[in-house]
């Protein structure tokens, strides 16, 4: 990004979305082509455990536009995927 801070520094609240129940092997790359087309994103990551590199199982999506993040929480939150369930929210 273009900001000088950390990585969520200047993302609004209301564009950033908790995106949890995410498969093990989900790269933030896979993350972001899930949700990229409802919207242009500005930051997205999976947070990995810093001991063992191993994916938490959840991430961040941060959408330039709120109107993207409300349109990404009605089409994937609940969405089945691996056998596990998305839970999309603000």
Known sequence: GMGGGPPGHDVD???NLYVGGLPAQMESQQLRDMFSRFGDIQTC???KDKMTGMSRQFGFVAFRDPNGA???IQGMNNTPI???TLQVRL
């Open 82 to 84: 691996e056998g596990k």
């Open 45 to 47: 990551a999976v947070i």
């Open 70 to 72: 409300q349109q990404a």
């Open 13 to 15: 609240p209301a564009c």
